[in-house]
């Protein structure tokens, strides 16, 4: 278990009312802040908001935007709306988890890469359009794709 | 800006603004989803150093405006005068779009405008187009409070809150008709009057912007573009219904709409007319932004209400309706953010006028996001009633070289899929439900001939099947047990009796899951095998994708009348299959052929087609 910065997860749990309705947001913030939620954490969190570590663990583990493990410093980001689905996004998905080594949601064993899908970006004239740290490239043929790695 | 103490002054700002004269020339850049993708940001910058370069002052502008509509043609830049866009703008064109085109008022060169010149509202993306919703976008900068009160924003709350009274701002909006955006188009009034009438000392509006609907953007456009019309539409809401606090629930993936409304928020609170006594009426409203955590379910009513408690966004049984006791047992208005914006013409306009859009049982207007196999992606704004023809022949222009109409996908993954023979229907939402598909939010997805029916529904069914929340059986094993029929069918694994036990469950599943996820959720599925279920057979007795989009399940043919020699699907095939001389009509090699279909969408002019799989020649090649 990862040493966790606790004077980090205070600041964001000051930054708020102790409110129950102040969960998912208190989680995104840590979510930010480590790229997961570690353990300790969310048990802070639970003795804040006074709300039983269970819920705590149960509302982190529902919202996809939520992980318990570490995403990638960097993401590759596959879109899979309808549009990019019709377009190709299949055939991109399988090239970079071939080059990749990773399944879609995984993250490489350094830490550094990762791989996730989103539903849709709403760039779907550029379909299909895949993601790295947020620039978007578009009009993706599996060739292109194994480029941005 | 100070604030504003009554309705009569903030009428008189209004009229100020509104006559205060234009720069005298002004480039406007797409900010909408698409464009900013394609990196609108950056031409932006480009075109403020030019101007910056050549010192120009305040009587020229270049700002980042809401959605210009024609995404195809992205990254567009609008320019005043004229009132024309320039598309496929790249960073080399800005200098001359700030030299010769805001300085001088000519078109940019040939390469700027590309092969279209000058986009003009004459053109026929825009052209059929009734803008309600979208008018401010290109108009205004979407953060500016000035700007929106200069086209005319916030005189629908002067009116309510220096001359009518809460029932008279809900009766306006009952007697419009308006119905629903979000979905299902419920009518906007029966809420209203509900909530209104609902005991409870506290109640609350909410504004549904947790836009899930792959392939669905209008929602995340009007967010971004014109924040302050769904605060206006809050703002009359709260005062109609006797809330006092608000919220706006917004998809995880949109941090650029809530950086929006947040900084609207704020303009509007320090101008008074959000937040304590607004307008010296006593009135008060106050309103949040809540982000979403990555749950298609939370646009589910219900869902969304318990994620802004802080819970999992579970829905629960609607026993009772969400006006009487919703978000923390109080009752609560909830509707689309564009339902939202819909509410301040309707109020300051009336809803006489409202009614003269749209038809009777479905008036004003709606907006689509336009995608999919079609030549003109782009979000679109059209009276209610339209014939879905004219959307994608007319503003879409149809199908993409080479390549027929199949069917056009409406209502995200509650929605359907609709054939060619309902084309002439009108765009309404008793005529899709009677079509078997909704009007859900506005999505219009086209699809062609290379489309597969079996994978499309197979693409909504896993889509719904990762976002099902678990709870009830039948969503959660149904779409499961769905899934891995439809799978099989993409695979070549298909049985005789498969579409039978598609309906079977299928039904099951729509009449007993919880909610409207669960109970929509076989629509994809159901209007396919509806309307397209000889594709059905064929992949369950022949192993056959006439499509040419299941792997395995069809050899590639290319039609030499058709065929012009261009290469395009030599060079996409990835086995080296293809062969041909330039402008002679090309060869494929079945043996060497992996039946991937990269070959068939390259082909601009209908020349490669899927057929039947026969014996597999022998390998003729070593590999």
Redesign the interface.
Known sequence: MSVVDESLVGRILDSRPP???????I??EIQAAFRHLPREALLAVAGRLKVPAA?VF??AG?????SFTPKGERLLTVC????C????AG?LVESLEKRLGLRMGQTSGDGRLGLES??????????P?VTVDGD?H?HL??EKAQELV | MDRLKDPIELEALIGRLAEAPSPRGRLWVCGG??CL??GAGRIHAAIREAAEARGLGDGYRADLTGCLGL??K?PLVGVEPGDYVVGGVTLEDCEGLVGETLLNGRPAGRRATGADGAIDQGHPFYEPQTRLITRRFGRIVPESLDDYLKTGGYSALALALGRLSPLEVSERVERSGLRGRGGGGFPAGRKWASCRLAEGAVKYVLANGDE??????MN??LMEGDPFSIIEGMTLGAYAVGAAVGFVYVR??YPLSVERLNGAIGSAERAGLLGENILGSGFSFRLET???????VCGESTALMA????????PRVKYVRSTERGLWDSPTLLQNVETWANVPPIVGRGPGWFRSMGTGDNPGTKVF?L???VRR??LVEMPLGTPIRSLVFGVGGGPRPGRGFKAV?IGGPSGGCLPSEALDLPLDFDNLAKAGAIMGSG?L?V?DDL?CMVD?AR??TG?LMGES?GKCTPCREGLTSLHGILDDLCRGRGRKGDPLELGKVASMLSKTALCGLGQSAANPLLSTLRHFGEEYREHAEEGFCRSGRCQGLFWPEINHELCVGCGACLA?C?AGAISGEKKAPHEIDLAACVSCG?CL?ACRFGAARAVRKGARPERRRDS
């Open positions: 409110e129950p309705r102040y969960l998912l947001p989680l995104q819920r149960s509302v529902f919202y996809k935007a939520l899979q709306g309808t549009a689905h019709l377009r190709g055939a989103v539903n849709c970006l709403g760039a779907c004239a550029l379909a359009v978007v578009g043929t599996p | 989803p698409g993708a394609a995404c195809e992205g899930g609907d792959p392939g669905a953007f995340r456009s995880h993936e809540v982000l979403g955590g990555g749950a298609f994620s802004i408690e802080g819970r999992e966004g579970q996001s995608v999919g196999q992606s782009g996908q999505g997805i699809m489309s499309v693409y909504f889509f929340c996409a990835p990269a969408p």
